[in-house]
């Protein structure tokens, strides 16, 4: 499998937990989101994906977008370790807590939407700033209430989901941009114990090859 991806994308990092917790070897294809206006909006791409967003996954001559049905897409060809519980319950409070993160946060904090921002409606830097730190903390206020029903070491009791996967990337954006988690412990203890497990070191953004470009 090749996926094409950016270190610092929070949607390939979800597609690379993934990977890594089901010992899936891949190739990994950099797309850089910045350089030269963004290697993701250049036709050769879009042949990739006509959204212009990454992460794609190349299976053969199987090509897929969106992170989450990619996760989905290798639950299926490998479903061991399950990152979606059999329970049906439980797989949709795993869900839930998957969209909270995927479908509310994250693609309102997407770079095309802070470049549209500042760009064509012209928001300072600091007003950008102030609309990334006001969607993280009211996603993750909620997200917090959600925790004390569900979680243990790991957003649904004790075993890693599709759930912990979205949470570690937007935390990780969310101290990028120096939002204050301190009032959300649950999210920050969960993510500490996430951050400790050989899978989640590997996908670390720091962690790949085009780190830092
Ligand atoms: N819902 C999509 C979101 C993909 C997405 O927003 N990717 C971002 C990086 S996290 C991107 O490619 N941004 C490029 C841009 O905004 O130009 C998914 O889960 O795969």
């Excluded at 909270?100 to 770079?111: G, K, S």
């Excluded at 890693?160 to 990028?176: F, T, W």
Aim: hydrophobic content about 45%.
């Amino acid at each position: 499998m090749i996926l094409h991806g950016y270190w610092r994308s929070s949607a390939s990092y979800r597609t690379r937990i993934a990977l890594q917790v089901k010992g899936i070897d891949y190739e990994y294809a950099p797309v850089h989101l910045v350089k030269d206006g963004g290697e993701q909006k250049t036709a050769a791409y879009r042949q990739l994906n006509p959204a212009g967003l990454v992460p794609t996954l190349v299976d053969g001559d199987f090509r897929l977008n969106q992170s989450l049905a990619i996760i989905e897409y290798l639950e299926s060809v490998q479903p061991e370790p399950a990152l979606i519980p059999k329970d049906p319950k439980q797989a949709a409070i795993v869900r839930m807590l998957a969209l909270d993160m995927a479908a509310d946060l994250q693609p309102i904090t997407n770079l095309r939407v802070l470049q549209y921002l500042t760009g064509t409606l012209e928001v300072s830097d600091s007003e950008r700033l102030d609309w990334i730190h006001h969607w993280v903390k009211v996603t993750f206020a909620a997200f917090e209430q959600r925790l004390h029903a569900y979680a243990g070491r790991c957003c649904v009791g004790d075993t890693v989901s599709l759930a912990d996967i979205c949470l570690v990337p937007q935390v990780y954006n969310a101290q990028r941009f120096g939002v204050d988690l301190s009032s959300f412990p649950k999210v920050l203890a969960i993510n500490d114990h996430l951050q400790g497990l050989p899978a989640f070191v590997a996908a670390r953004p720091e962690a790949q090859p085009d780190a830092d470009s």
